[in-house]
């Protein structure tokens, strides 16, 4: 599942959060969003800047939604998991003993794992974190340029929790 569509199955409380993260944790990357697609719809960024957060939120997750986009919504996806979940991510790359840099990042990956070792290390992922950054996590890890491993693809497309209605977590 694409960046976009990942925001666009999240609801509009879920999105706040993912973007809530950025405006106080990493302020760079936030104004770099509102930027971007503010200049996309010919917007100025101070027009947008003016509005109360949960109506500029809503307004970012409905633009990060758009398929034009995406990179934007890969983009903050990233920052915000590799920023807040880091250890959720490590902890999924070590169950299916994927060599990491320790921080999560990591240059190739290995020969798709069983997928008895995919499911265990996603049911792991749901039992410790809470379901919003599994669920993108999980959901954007096959859209990675390296990503390789056709069948958790298969095996995401085939678990309800990842059913457009089950694909709305609430944030916990």
Request: aromatic share 8%.
């Amino acid at each position: 599942m694409k960046a976009h569509e990942i925001f666009h199955q999240f609801s509009d409380p879920n999105a706040g959060e993912i973007l809530q993260y950025l405006h106080q944790q990493d302020r760079p990357a936030y104004r770099a969003c509102l930027q971007l697609v503010a200049n996309r719809r010919r917007l100025r960024p101070i027009f947008l800047n003016r509005k109360p957060l949960p109506e500029r939120h809503s307004w970012m997750k409905t633009e990060l939604s758009r398929s034009s986009n995406n990179d934007a919504a890969a983009e903050v996806l990233q920052t915000w998991l590799l920023g807040a979940h880091r250890p959720m991510i490590c902890e999924f790359l070590d169950a299916l003993d994927v060599p990491h840099d320790g921080q999560g990042l990591l240059e190739t990956l290995p020969p798709e794992p069983s997928p008895d070792a995919l499911r265990a290390a996603m049911d792991g992922l749901f039992q410790n974190h809470p379901a919003l950054p599994v669920t993108a996590y999980l959901l954007l890890f096959p859209e990675m340029d390296i990503a390789d491993w056709p069948g958790f693809a298969k095996i995401l497309q085939d678990d309800p929790r990842f059913r457009s209605e089950a694909s709305t977590p609430t944030a916990t």
